[in-house]
């Protein structure tokens, strides 16, 4: 079982994808982010498995929860620096977690 202080160790926010594009050199399909986290932390990148779903078209202003104090990770030589979150009713679909209203990006979710 996880606790409270478990969680509390992850820093989640919110932020806003500033670009994406496919990502065809990732071994699952994937596209590449940049997230504007706000002036603490700027813009990040994410490779996210959301090609079921999403276009990176359809991506480019929406706002995101990510996980943004793991390592990064690379990925067929690209840098990963945050983890988006999403729902997974199946092992190949993602749907994005969202805020329900808009709010500054950088704000942490608790």
């Known amino acids: ?3 409270v202080d ?3 160790t992850l820093d989640i926010r919110v932020g806003t994808v500033v670009a994406a594009e496919p ?3 990732a071994r699952k399909p994937a ?4 997230i504007d986290f706000g002036p603490a932390l700027g813009v990040k990148r994410s490779s996210a498995q959301l ?3 999403y276009t990176p078209e359809q991506l480019v202003g929406r706002q995101v929860v990510a996980v943004v104090n793991f390592p990064s990770r690379r990925i ?3 840098e990963s620096d945050v983890l988006v979150l999403g729902a ?4 190949r679909e993602v749907i994005l977690l969202c805020v329900d209203r808009a709010v500054d990006d950088g704000t942490r979710i608790g």
Do not use: Q, S
């Not at 596209?31 to 940049?34: P, S």
């Not at 997974?88 to 092992?91: C, D, H, L, V």
């Open 6 to 8: 478990d969680f509390l």
């Open 23 to 25: 990502f065809p050199e």
């Open 88 to 91: 997974m009713p199946t092992e």
């Open 51 to 53: 090609t079921v779903h």
């Open 76 to 78: 067929a030589g690209f």
């Open 1 to 3: 079982m996880a606790t």
């Open 31 to 34: 596209i590449k982010l940049r």
